[in-house]
């Protein structure tokens, strides 16, 4: 029987999704990269893997509205992936992690669009 490949040595489709401010909406350059994405889940090369879906807000807003803007935004994700390339909904976790994890640390209330983002993390077989 063949290994299965941990986490970090298997395929991995690393790309972020970016949202305008306040809103879980897919924008026309996320519909791009979700189109990119989903090719690659529906693939043979993919089709063995989960992955995580993480939303991330900047830090406008309350911790609370932004944790549910966060989920939002990564089942936004979620659904467009299943609806428009059949990859199967247990494949795909999504977390909102809200402000936690800023990619550009800024202070309370800076609107930093950098910050407003889907990332897809590969978990494994």
Do not use: C
């Not at 690659?40 to 509205?65: C, M, Q, W």
């Not at 467009?80 to 390339?85: E, L, N, P, R, V």
């Not at 992690?97 to 669009?113: R, S």
């Amino acid at each position: 029987m063949a290994a299965q490949p941990s986490p970090s040595a298997a395929p991995s489709a690393n790309l972020t999704v970016n949202f305008a401010s306040g809103s879980a909406d897919l924008t026309p350059q996320a519909v791009q990269a979700l189109n990119e994405l989903g090719r690659a889940l529906s693939s043979n090369d993919l089709a063995g893997y989960k992955f995580r879906i993480e939303g991330h807000t900047d830090t406008v807003g309350t911790p609370e509205a932004n944790q549910l803007l966060s989920q939002q935004r990564a089942q936004a994700v979620v659904t467009y992936i299943t609806s428009h390339f059949g990859v199967d909904a247990s494949r795909l976790q999504a977390i909102g992690k809200g402000e936690e994890d800023l990619a550009v640390p800024t202070p309370a209330q800076t609107p930093e669009p950098r910050n407003r983002r889907v990332l897809v993390v590969n978990l494994g077989a």
